[in-house]
């Protein structure tokens, strides 16, 4: 981490992204899934917390990338309907939706790696 911290400022840009996509990620699921909204809610608190723990942002980037994904989702909930979306596709699009955010992930902490 000290490596780290000497070849990354914590000047990162305003909004938080980690703080946007760990946000819709919870709104959305929260909503298909509402029996485990509180674990998709802890997770998304979770990665907001340690993007600050490790200097990658300060207060106001995740402030301002959780209330831009919110209104985000809420904007897109309230105007764009969905019609006849079948259960049976509810766990197929969990699945993909975990398998796609566990490649981009790994991806990602790869490119750090010497």
Same mark, same amino acid.
């Not at 000047?11 to 509180?38: D, G, Q």
């Not at 979306?85 to 939706?97: G, N, P, S, V, W």
């Not at 955010?101 to 790869?110: E, P, S």
């Given at each position: 981490? *000290?490596?780290?911290?000497?070849?990354?400022? @914590?000047?990162?840009?305003?909004?938080? $992204?980690?703080?946007?996509?760990?946000?819709?990620?919870? &709104? &959305?699921?929260?909503?298909?899934?509402?029996?485990?909204?509180?674990?998709? !809610? #802890?997770?998304?608190? $979770?990665?907001?917390?340690?993007?600050?723990?490790?200097?990658?942002?300060?207060? *106001?980037?995740?402030? #301002? #990338?959780?209330?831009?994904?919110?209104?985000?989702? !809420?904007?897109?909930?309230?105007?764009?309907?969905?019609?006849?979306?079948?259960?049976?596709?509810?766990?197929?699009?969990? *699945?993909?939706?975990?398998?796609?955010?566990? $490649?981009?992930?790994?991806?990602?902490?790869?490119?750090?790696? @010497?």
């Amino acid at each position: 981490m *000290a490596n780290y911290y000497r070849s990354d400022p @914590p000047l990162n840009c305003f909004p938080s $992204l980690h703080a946007e996509n760990s946000t819709i990620t919870a &709104y &959305y699921l929260s909503r298909e899934f509402p029996k485990y909204k509180l674990v998709f !809610w #802890g997770i998304a608190f $979770l990665v907001i917390l340690s993007t600050l723990f490790v200097r990658q942002h300060v207060i *106001a980037d995740e402030i #301002g #990338g959780f209330l831009v994904a919110y209104f985000a989702g !809420w904007v897109s909930e309230k105007y764009v309907k969905e019609e006849n979306i079948e259960d049976k596709y509810k766990l197929f699009r969990l *699945a993909f939706m975990l398998v796609l955010a566990t $490649l981009v992930t790994v991806f990602t902490i790869a490119s750090y790696l @010497p």
